[in-house]
Every structure is written in structure tokens, then in C-alpha cells.
């Protein structure tokens, strides 16, 4: 990620992250027990394999919530709110599309699970493999073509019935990689 360091460097975006930050999340570290997630490449699980001819171009861990909505008293997933660090630096907002949005340079993947492309967790958001719907910009996101949502912690939807119109936040973490057509 020395790319997007560089660019933050360059352009001193990241205050603007940290305005965003403090935002969008607040509240949800603290429901979440801290831990340590590896940013190096780890092996995924056969059924979320990004296709060959696909490169690795970031790895960042996410921290947030899962936002639900409840419709016909069941509880549905309405929008992902979080943010993605690179080490301790913000260089990224998740929300609904589901979209990354590079707050360094402004470039942007929207994609789509694949279906069938998912691993179960206990007590967790499945893990996933997206395939990119449409990308914005030249930055880090601009050429993304496939996004992987690894070692996910929570951001389950509450159990049982609900009122029709209410919302939850459920706090998760996750890791995301991001690659590009070799």
C-alpha cells in the first residue's frame, strides 16, 4: 500500500478522513473487542478464489457497522457504513452499493457479490468475493476488479421478529482486497 501513502502524502487528504471518521463509526468501537488483523495476503477459502489473471493491489482492515432495516418484520440488510485503514492511517469509506471510496485520491469500485461466492462465519457477515460493477477514477480503486471480504468479525443482523420501519447498527470488522486485471 507504499501507492496510497504516497498519494496521501502528496495530496494531505487524510484530515478530511479523520472529520468523516469520527462520524460515521462513532459508537461501534466500542461494542467490538480489539484485535490485530494481519494486512498480509492470506489464503482464501477455494469457493471466494479470485479468478487467475487477477492481481492483489491493497489490503485494508475495516471497522464499522452493518446498518438493517426492518421490512415486513424481518430484519434486512440496508447499507454498510465503515471505514478502511491502511496501518493507522483512513485512506477509504465503505457504504451502500456496496462502493469503496478512496479518500486519498477519490477513486471508487461499486460492486456485486458473486453468486454463490460465499463462506459462512459463526457468530459473523459471511466472507465474499465481489466482482466490480463499476469503477470510478485512477486512483488505487480505478482498474479494481475483484474485492474479497476476508476475516470478518460481527455485523450480524439482531435474531427474531422486529417493527416495520426500525433500524440497528451492528458493529463489524472485516478485511477487503482488492484486485486488478494482470
Not at 37 to 55: E, Y
Not at 154 to 176: I, M, R
Request: aromatic share 4%.
Amino acid at each position: 500500500m507504499n501507492r496510497v501513502k504516497a498519494i496521501a502524502a502528496t495530496l494531505g487528504g487524510l484530515a478530511i478522513a479523520g472529520a468523516l471518521t469520527a462520524c460515521s463509526t462513532a459508537g461501534a468501537e466500542a461494542t467490538l473487542p480489539a484485535r490485530n488483523i494481519s494486512l498480509t495476503t492470506t489464503a482464501a477459502p477455494a469457493s471466494i478464489d479470485v479468478p487467475k489473471g487477477n492481481k492483489l493491489v491493497a489490503t485494508l482492515a475495516a471497522r464499522g457497522v452493518q446498518v438493517y432495516q426492518c421490512i415486513d418484520k424481518a430484519w434486512t440488510l440496508l447499507e454498510p457504513d465503515a471505514t478502511l485503514k491502511d496501518g493507522d492511517e483512513v485512506v477509504a469509506l465503505h457504504s451502500r452499493g456496496p462502493i469503496w471510496v478512496s479518500t486519498v485520491d477519490g477513486s471508487a469500485v461499486n460492486a456485486a457479490a458473486v453468486p454463490g461466492a460465499s463462506v459462512q462465519r459463526d457468530g459473523a457477515v459471511p466472507e465474499l468475493l465481489l466482482k466490480a460493477a463499476a469503477t470510478r477514477g485512477d486512483g488505487v480503486f480505478g482498474k479494481v476488479t475483484f474485492v474479497q471480504r476476508l476475516d470478518t468479525l460481527g455485523g450480524l443482523a439482531p435474531a427474531g421478529t422486529c417493527l416495520p420501519g426500525t433500524q440497528v447498527s451492528s458493529p463489524y470488522e472485516a478485511k477487503y482486497t482488492f484486485f486488478v486485471a494482470e
